[in-house]
């Protein structure tokens, strides 16, 4: 599972096969982060959530959930 990655001017170039396995496409957004230790860690960038978890729940689950409303004065 050691796969060398080829630089050049910046660039990281992540072998086919592994993108093949993670899943990666053109376009797709990395974030880069180094540990403590030294160590280099590429993640995945996920796309956000086309709708929300309460939007998800009314829409597939048929789930109502009460408007949340505040009885508090405001401070002042």
Same mark, same amino acid.
């Given at each position: $599972?050691?796969?060398?990655?080829? $630089?050049? *001017? +910046?660039?990281?170039? =992540?072998? *086919?096969?592994? @993108? /093949? @396995? @993670?899943?990666?496409?053109? +376009? ?6 180094? /540990?403590?230790? +030294?160590?280099?860690?590429l993640r995945p960038v996920k796309e956000k959530p086309k $709708?929300?978890? !309460?939007?998800? !729940?009314? *829409?597939f689950k048929g789930v109502e959930l009460p408007t949340m /409303? ?5 401070? =002042?």
């Amino acid at each position: $599972m050691n796969e060398v990655l080829y $630089m050049d *001017k +910046g660039r990281v170039t =992540i072998p *086919k096969a592994c @993108r /093949t @396995r @993670r899943g990666l496409e053109d +376009g797709d957004t990395l974030l880069f982060l180094e /540990t403590q230790s +030294g160590e280099m860690v590429l993640r995945p960038v996920k796309e956000k959530p086309k $709708m929300t978890l !309460l939007e998800h !729940l009314r *829409k597939f689950k048929g789930v109502e959930l009460p408007t949340m /409303t505040f009885h508090c004065p405001p401070r =002042i």
